[in-house]
């Protein structure tokens, strides 16, 4: 079995770990070194805590304002206002804005300017939800163009996007939890996200409310990238059973398990090898 080569980088508040298997140990670390340059670059584009940051000016515009973008700036807007649509507003990005104003900003991406509209309200976005997914995207996309197909991808202990599998092996094996997990999952080309309150406590509002989580166990999502799994693992601590349903019926690529007291409930059609 081929050597799998580990390096580490702090981003983004958050730990994030590369794993490479099936290279040379030197041409690993450079490929590495280069995907968390790119982790750094997108950090001034997308954290609210920096001051010059596009989402912090986001945040200054006023109604009918517009500001033109970076392109991984509206790539993940972009993303994110899919997902929204796609769950029933149960992932939203301006989710904290109603502790701050009675109704959620509204606003337009103008695809032919690159450019964001503020329609309404303050839009006071937190894209922690699907930023750090949307990292690991980019992280992929950069260690497939160094020829580097078969690697690990994980930030923090919440987010994981795998490519190809490791020489004599059918894929990454991740756990449901924690590293001893008993419930795993072996991944190849695919993300894997999981939310719950353990860590932060009740971080996660509920777009629709405003109020915290009602979901007091764990929810992952697997998805063919990583900004969706991110989002879509946050909407599921929100989302009722009932509403989990159509929307994987209306999503086939998507898998979801949810925790409870009697174990795991999983949820989707999408074929995904398992151990239990």
Not at 45 to 51: V, Y
Not at 72 to 83: D, G, N, V
Not at 187 to 216: E, F, T, Y
Not at 248 to 271: C, H, I, P, Y
């Amino acid at each position: 079995m081929s050597e799998i080569h580990v390096l580490n980088h702090r981003a983004m508040a958050t730990q994030f770990q590369v794993r490479i298997a099936n290279e040379e140990k030197t041409y690993a670390a450079q490929a590495a070194q280069a995907a968390f340059a790119l982790v750094n670059e997108l950090e001034s584009h997308l954290s609210r805590f920096r001051a010059n940051s596009e989402i912090s000016q986001i945040a200054q515009l006023q109604s009918e304002q517009a500001l033109r973008l970076s392109e991984p700036a509206f790539t993940c807007l972009e993303i994110a206002k899919r997902m929204e649509r796609a769950t029933g507003s149960a992932f939203c990005v301006s989710a904290s804005a109603l502790q701050s104003q009675a109704l959620h900003p509204q606003w337009t991406l103008l695809k032919n300017s690159f450019s964001i509209r503020c329609d309404g309200g303050r839009l006071d976005f937190d894209l922690g939800a699907i930023g750090k997914g949307f990292a690991l995207d980019r992280m992929g996309e950069i260690l497939r163009e160094w020829d580097c197909p078969a690697f690990l991808l994980a930030a923090g202990g919440s987010s994981i996007l795998a490519g190809e599998s490791p020489a004599e092996m059918t894929g990454w094996s991740c756990g449901l939890g924690d590293d001893h997990s008993l419930h795993r999952l072996t991944l190849k080309n695919c993300s894997l996200s999981g939310s719950g309150l353990a860590v932060k406590g009740s971080h996660i509002l509920d777009p629709r409310s405003g109020q915290p989580a009602a979901r007091q166990n764990r929810a992952w999502a697997l998805t063919d990238i990583a900004a969706e799994s991110d989002a879509l693992s946050t909407a599921c601590m929100v989302l009722d059973e009932t509403e989990i349903e159509p929307m994987l019926a209306a999503n086939s690529r998507w898998l979801v398990f949810l925790e409870d007291r009697a174990g795991l409930k999983r949820f989707g059609t999408r074929e995904a090898a398992m151990t239990v």
